[in-house]
């Protein structure tokens, strides 16, 4: 789902939805949990389906703007990858 789809439908109750930076993103892996590394409390069903995956982040890697940073909730992991990847959108 894009992210003007879920500011559309009004997703969680709120309509300001954007791409975090890789700083806001790594706050909600969850390094004591795996597959996936974020608090239940926070993929609960009903208004969050985080996939034990990779998601990017808006931050643009300093070496290489063809690359992004991401972070893997697999188990938190956080790197760089090419923004041709497909990877997750939070």
Known sequence: ????????????????????????????????????????????????????SVYWSSTTFAFGTSNAWFVSFFNGFVSASNKSNDFFFV
Not at 21 to 37: H, I, K, M, S
């Open 1 to 52: 789902m894009k992210i003007t789809d879920l500011n559309t439908a009004n997703f969680a109750g709120h309509n300001d939805w954007r791409l975090p930076n890789v700083n806001e993103l790594q706050t909600l892996a969850d390094y004591g949990r795996f597959f996936p590394a974020i608090d239940p409390a926070c993929n609960n069903g009903v208004d969050s389906f985080t996939q034990s």
